[in-house]
């Protein structure tokens, strides 16, 4: 049994403007703060303007407001599988009651840009969730939960992906058991092996975990469907809202689904289609009640192990609270690991029992994470960090492990950060902080093809923005796919029209938003030069094809085609050929550190690197050397893929030293100020001593 976590930031104030804005009066938001550094943020009041549909909450909203110098205009329709969202709450001294909620959430797109996405619900007249637009990941969250003035009511708090730093640092694993042996030496629950007798009637004789199956349909999505919970100190934090609590759960899963969604676990170059769908919600209500096992949990690692004792049957249940404690983690999950007697744990894990003490055995779940929205401080965390936390632990629920920091390939650094599930995040969040690295990509498919058979056909809804099982396309509703896809019938069509397909009553053939084969006009593409598809380790490749929108079976790429990034060049069909094979010189190795991370050949008698000599070709202008590859004559160095020698034993200790430095200089102005404020006060006492003396000697002269 593995478990992992995930720390919370450590990092300090140096300089910039913080949204450090503590919570006075009665609120249920009192002592939360933001301890992040948030270079740049701004208030915002958003005009809302609902549609003229007769219906409270309204099916579509369109949001209005200003920012960052520049205005923005969000066009939101309603989420309808919300509506269809389980919840159930778990009342003091009473059974489990199913909630009936009163709440729409939202999601669509801008006004200005077919590829922003939009997520969230109103609260406090504002929308909180997310954005994205351009490259940029912008945050809403209502300005009532970090100002108590009612000046702030209405008022909506925003700030960039770019603007925060200290997100996620140091997330070493501190308790994950690499055998079995270490796991029985160092956690009270002795897990009985997947392969030996389980007693009871919890379970068959024997379990047996099994992968995915995916040949009923193949090119359909398929779905983990998660329980979200909530303790009772969530559900006060929110004032005891149900509503609200719900919408916030859910925006975690969306979040998690979003970045699943577009991942391409097994390498064929397609998207997986892997979703996260959050069938229910459950709320403690009370620390008052017997069923409720992580009430008085002393730590996160017990509040888990707690966690565990919730007998459920789903493929993963996650668990958010708002709970202060001295470790500096703010998440934790059951991983599994790979093969026949591999650890238990993590999805679509079966009920086990797990022996506590000497005798007893105590049924358990370990398809469990929990995370908790408050660090060892008592400050709230903002919602960009928990939506990456539940991501990174549902992540870690799949069966990926942190990424190692000296593989450049999982864990580049660099421009574009470090990826999801890397132990130490960049200070800033990245292109690479939402995305799985190559290394978690192969654990992750991994996990699906050995235990992956709780996963189940997901038929989708026609209307959410998602392609999904035989819809040609899905661009939302009317108001959205006027600015989304022109090309798509709308989910909100009139007859005789059909729903999320091609919109042939305007002469539609295709999508572009659907296929690259397709012009923005609607129509097939004229030309036979487009790639639309490429495998950069099979040297398959195909390119479209004259009035067809389809992107063909691939073929075997040409000779010379780049491979491995551009590391090397595909011959007769495989990867194992070189810019320099190609061209008739030999493959040499650069001795000079700059120059070792690209592919050099030798002419002349000289090791050069190939483009110097004019070696290049249509697709790429420079051949590099894959990432991870060692250069400069030492494991210590690792090429990033870019042509660029690191030395990555050093950015390991420079990484460390930088921590240091930043709490020693921290230190040092503390005493500085101290010092300074003693120094100040003896100059103020001495200043007015004599003031005081002269008035006392005039008195006694008086009488």
Not at 339 to 365: E, M
Request: aromatic fraction near 10%.
């Amino acid at each position: 049994m593995h478990i992992v976590d995930i720390l919370s930031s450590l990092s300090m104030p140096s300089g910039w403007l913080f949204l450090f804005v503590v919570m006075m009066g009665s609120s249920a938001h009192a002592e939360s703060m933001y301890d992040h550094e948030v270079k740049n943020y701004e208030l915002i009041t958003p005009l809302v303007i609902p549609s003229e549909a007769d219906r409270n909450p309204p099916a579509e909203l369109e949001i209005q407001f200003r920012a960052f110098n520049r205005s923005f205009c969000l066009l939101l329709h309603e989420d309808l599988e919300f509506q269809d969202l389980e919840v159930e709450s778990l009342e003091a001294h009473g059974p489990s009651k199913s909630v009936r909620v009163n709440f729409t959430f939202f999601e669509g797109t801008g006004n200005d840009s077919t590829d922003s996405v939009v997520a969230g619900y109103l609260c406090s007249e504002v929308l909180c969730g997310t954005f994205a637009e351009d490259g940029v990941v912008y945050f809403m969250e209502s300005a009532e939960f970090f100002f108590s003035n009612s000046n702030y009511s209405r008022r909506a708090i925003i700030y960039r992906s770019e603007d925060v730093e200290g997100l996620v640092e140091d997330l070493w694993r501190k308790h994950g058991f690499n055998d079995s042996q270490k796991q029985r030496n160092s956690n009270p629950y002795l897990v009985r092996n997947l392969l030996f007798p389980a007693s009871g009637n919890y379970f068959g004789r024997y379990y047996f975990p099994k992968g995915i199956d995916r040949s009923a349909q193949p090119g359909a999505d398929y779905a983990c469907r998660i329980e979200m919970v909530a303790d009772h100190t969530l559900y006060q934090y929110f004032n005891k809202d149900i509503d609200t609590l719900s919408a916030f759960l859910y925006l975690h899963g969306k979040y998690a689904d979003s970045v699943f969604r577009k991942t391409d676990f097994d390498g064929d170059g397609f998207k997986d289609n892997i979703r996260i769908v959050v069938k229910k919600v459950f709320v403690y209500k009370s620390a008052n009640e017997a069923n409720y096992p992580m009430a008085y949990a002393a730590d996160l690692i017990d509040f888990l192990k707690r966690f565990t004792r919730r007998i459920q049957n789903h493929c993963l249940s996650v668990c958010l609270c708002y709970r202060r404690y001295s470790s500096q983690a703010i998440g934790r999950a059951y991983k599994p690991t790979s093969g026949i007697r591999g650890s238990p744990g993590g999805i679509c894990q079966k009920v086990l029992k797990l022996q506590s003490g000497r005798s007893a055995y105590v049924p358990s779940s370990l398809n469990t994470a929990v995370v908790t929205i408050r660090n060892n401080r008592g400050q709230t965390l903002p919602l960009i960090t928990t939506l990456l936390a539940v991501t990174h632990e549902i992540g870690h629920s799949f069966g990926s492990d942190h990424d190692p920091m000296d593989n450049l390939l999982c864990s580049p650094g660099g421009d574009k950060g470090y990826y999801l599930m890397h132990p130490k995040t960049t200070r800033e969040l990245k292109d690479f902080s939402n995305v799985f690295s190559p290394c978690s990509r192969q654990e992750i498919h991994r996990t699906l093809q050995e235990r992956g058979e709780c996963l189940k056909v997901y038929a989708g809804t026609c209307g959410n923005g998602i392609r999904e099982g035989d819809e040609e396309c899905d661009c939302g509703w009317e108001g959205i796919c006027k600015t989304l896809d022109r090309c798509c019938t709308p989910a909100d069509a009139k007859t005789p029209e059909k729903p999320c397909t091609f919109r042939r009553s305007a002469g539609a053939q295709c999508s572009p938003k659907e296929s690259p084969c397709c012009s923005d006009d609607c129509s097939v593409g004229t030309s036979n030069d487009t790639v639309c598809y490429h495998s950069d380790a099979t040297c398959l490749v195909s390119y479209c094809e004259v009035n067809s929108s389809s992107c063909p079976v691939p073929q075997q790429a040409p000779d010379g085609y780049p491979c491995q990034s551009t590391s090397k060049t595909c011959l007769r069909g495989t990867c194992n050929s070189s810019v320099c094979l190609d061209n008739g010189l030999k493959a040499c190795t650069c001795e000079e550190r700059h120059l070792s991370c690209f592919v050099c050949c030798e002419k002349s008698n000289q090791c050069r690197p190939a483009h110097t000599i004019g070696l290049k070709n249509p697709w790429v202008n420079i051949f590099v050397a894959l990432a991870g590859s060692p250069c400069n004559g030492s494991e210590n160095f690792r090429c990033d893929g870019a042509g660029n020698c690191i030395n990555v034993k050093a950015r390991r200790i420079d990484e460390k030293v930088g921590q240091e430095v930043l709490w020693w200089t921290l230190a040092i102005l503390i005493v500085v100020f101290v010092i300074l404020l003693f120094m100040f006060l003896c100059l103020l006492r001495s200043h007015l001593a004599p003031s005081t003396l002269q008035v006392s000697s005039n008195s006694n002269l008086t009488s």
